[in-house]
């Protein structure tokens, strides 16, 4: 059986914490300004810096170096999919320019994508007293989305349509239309969008 191909991004920018998933669990750390390798991304975080990092000009391959075991090792990231070539570009963007964390990065968000079609989204915006003002939640199931509303009471509708344009997701469901206005620096939000629009389900 052919094993399921996970591709996940996280930001919380409260918790200064940005991650990315692919083939391996990439986290950027905030001091240094660089990414750093989880050695242990099934149990407490182990991070080691990466080094001598070399990118394909097409974003379908990533190498680089780490220390393991005390020993140098060599990691070699080959893409699987047309979202892990986005997330490569990304991690590209990032590795190349100064990230940081900018005011208007309010919302948290963890979008998980399972062999290039979206399976879950969510979304929390909280205040600067961290009171929950805000959520989107998105789930896959029987290869179908559905969008779902905790208040005033739990409803999950099949979504129709959604499409993520400039800052904000457009939903159709068979009852309902909805936005969720994402609240975060241009960087992120364009690369929601080209991950959102290279997901499978949504063509």
Known sequence: MKADNYTIFEYNPQGKRLCLMTNETLMYDFKTKAFCIN??????PKLAPVFD??????FHEISFSTIYRKQEKK??????????????????????NTFDVQKNDIDRMIIHIKNNAIDRIEIY????????????TIVSKDKELYFEVF?????????INIAFVQNKFVIATETCEAEYIVD????????????????????
């Open 125 to 136: 915006k909280k205040n600067k007293d961290y009171e929950l003002i805000d959520s989107l």
């Open 151 to 159: 208040e005033p009471e739990y409803v999950q509708t099949k979504i």
């Open 53 to 58: 990092i070399k990118i394909a000009d097409d």
């Open 184 to 203: 975060s620096q241009s960087m992120i939000l364009e690369f929601i969008k080209k991950l959102i629009d290279n997901c499978n389900n949504l063509k």
């Open 39 to 44: 050695q242990n991304p099934i149990g407490e």
């Open 75 to 96: 990691v070699l990231m080959t893409c699987r999919n047309k979202v892990d070539a986005v997330m490569y570009h990304f991690f590209s963007t990032l590795h190349k």
